[in-house]
């Protein structure tokens, strides 16, 4: 029964969490029908998601929506809105401001999905299996987020059919978390206290863990985001071409992004035997070098360029699932609701910062000289958690000291 319900709601955010990145893949098509918008607004296409996801789970969790009510229903109504904004596309012309407002109700409507995943997944977990149960969720994320990318490998420039087919999954992700059952350890979450928010920060196990998220969050998405338009820089500049390999790049793209459900997984899996301050450093210290050498490794064979893309993939998200960990289990009683909410929205709008650096950065350091600014976050990060390590607050943590 556990493992029946965990796969289904696994499968219901892989298929809803397609929304995520479907307009970052299909900006590359967008944009060659319109071509006075430049990167900016493909930055706008992500970094729009982003925000409402930001102001969506803030107003989520101010109303106590999914304690309210039953969170399958929040969960289904949630991915059919979203289904219907992402759609809405459809109907503009590409390049019109009004994409940027759907992706940006896309994002409002995703707060009552990967976060109301978050919690039926919790009403099966164990203390003991924790780590693996949320990892399996950001695994779920992973792969919803990488789909886009291979539905436009296939289609070419074609972005119509990417931005159709994750609808179409997201209205699949409704119906299928119909049939979720409720677990044993389903309770109503902390009530969210705006008031109590600046407790994140005077506290400081749950302070060190923020912060060691931020700085993961800093790459993450933004590495997600421009991981694609590097390919097919990279492979252009290898064969000597003076225009981008569209469907090679968009498959690159979708195996590293995809390949991080793995890292999730076993992340998830290791933290709860060796310690959550092991898994978070072991995996900003990989991605961290990842990032300096994405210079170096620029315009190499493709094969060399993917090697590094599969082995960024799985460290750069390894680890997402397991901050939000540690902050529940060093929030005071009675805070664990505002503390994961206020991280969550700090975490995403830190991204719109670097999701949008990345252009000006390209064009001023290139590609190497961008990739290296994102692994200031993942440095920051791991000097966060190591001080959490060496703290009396680490005993409370999964793996203790470890």
């Not at 307009?23 to 060659?32: D, E, K, N």
């Not at 919690?119 to 792969?143: E, H």
């Not at 493709?302 to 397991?322: E, I, K, N």
Request: glycine share 12%; with cysteine.
């Amino acid at each position: 029964m556990k493992r029946k319900n965990v796969a289904l709601i696994t499968l219901a955010q892989v298929l809803a969490l397609s929304l995520w990145f479907s307009s970052t893949a299909a900006g590359p098509g967008m944009l060659l029908e319109a071509p006075s918008r430049g990167s900016f607004y493909q930055a706008l296409l992500t970094s729009a998601v982003q925000a409402g996801f930001v102001l969506g789970t803030l107003v989520s969790a101010a109303l106590a929506l999914p304690d309210r009510f039953d969170p399958r229903r929040v969960f289904a109504l949630a991915a059919l809105l979203g289904a219907a904004a992402n759609g809405a596309i459809l109907l503009l012309p590409p390049g019109a401001e009004g994409v940027i407002a759907a992706r940006f109700v896309t994002g409002m409507a995703l707060a009552g999905v990967y976060p109301v995943g978050m919690k039926l997944a919790a009403g099966w977990a164990d203390r003991g299996d924790m780590g693996l149960v949320v990892g399996l969720l950001v695994g779920g994320l992973t792969l919803g987020s990488a789909a886009p990318h291979l539905v436009s490998a296939l289609g070419g420039v074609a972005w119509r059919p990417v931005l159709a087919m994750a609808s179409l999954t997201a209205v699949a992700a409704a119906l299928l978390v119909g049939l979720v059952r409720l677990g044993p350890r389903h309770a109503p979450a902390p009530p969210f206290r705006p008031a109590a928010a600046l407790g994140l920060f005077r506290n400081r196990g749950t302070r060190l863990a923020t912060l060691g998220y931020l700085g993961h969050m800093w790459e993450l998405y933004a590495m997600w985001a421009w991981i694609g338009l590097y390919f097919a820089a990279s492979f252009a500049a290898w064969r000597g071409t003076g225009g981008p390999v569209a469907s090679e790049a968009a498959l690159a793209t979708f195996a590293v992004i995809a390949v991080g459900a793995l890292g999730s997984v076993a992340a998830g899996l290791a933290a709860d035997r060796v310690g959550r301050v092991r898994v978070t450093v072991a995996a900003m210290a990989v991605s961290g070098a990842c990032c300096l050498l994405a210079g170096p490794f620029f315009g190499l064979h493709p094969a060399l360029v993917m090697l590094l893309g599969l082995v960024w993939g799985v460290a750069v998200v390894a680890d997402s699932a397991q901050f939000s960990a540690s902050v529940a289990e060093l929030a005071e009683p009675g805070l664990t609701g505002t503390m994961l909410t206020v991280q969550t929205s700090l975490g995403f709008a830190l991204t719109l910062v670097t999701i949008h650096l990345m252009p000006p950065m390209v064009q001023a350091l290139g590609w190497g000289g961008a990739f290296a600014v994102l692994a200031l976050g993942p440095a920051l990060g791991c000097l966060a958690m190591l001080r959490l390590g060496r703290s009396a607050d680490a005993v409370r943590l999964a793996g203790g000291r470890g």
